[in-house]
């Protein structure tokens, strides 16, 4: 049958992670600064795990070309200040994006 090979399956799983992470990066964006939404945050934590576990290729490979990284990064730190409950899984997603060097060099920012 015209069923799935393993290639093709990595790829599309892949291009829905990449598609997570774009599109919950723009909704995060789109607030105001220092207005963070649980959803977007929820959501761009899923793709950040999903590129983190490597299962699709790289992290880098999904992490390197997400846009606006000192303002995303800005919205998960107002997140972690105003969302206690929050704050692992904030600290965890920090801990992922930092292993790229792209992400790494606006850490700090």
């Not at 795990?49 to 992490?63: I, K, T, V």
């Not at 303002?71 to 206690?84: G, I, N, P, S």
């Amino acid at each position: 049958g015209a069923g799935f090979n393993i290639v093709d399956r990595a790829m599309a799983t892949g291009n829905e992670t990449r598609k997570l992470l774009r599109e919950s990066v723009e909704d995060m964006l789109r607030l105001p600064p220092g207005k963070v939404e649980l959803a977007h945050f929820q959501r761009f934590r899923s793709g950040v795990n999903r590129a983190a576990s490597g299962r699709d290729g790289a992290p880098e490979e999904f992490l390197d070309e997400l846009p606006a990284k000192g303002e995303v990064l800005r919205c998960l730190l107002a997140l972690h200040e105003q969302k206690r409950l929050y704050r692992k899984q904030v600290a965890a997603v920090l801990e992922n994006l930092v292993q790229v060097a792209s992400w790494a060099e606006h850490h700090g920012t």
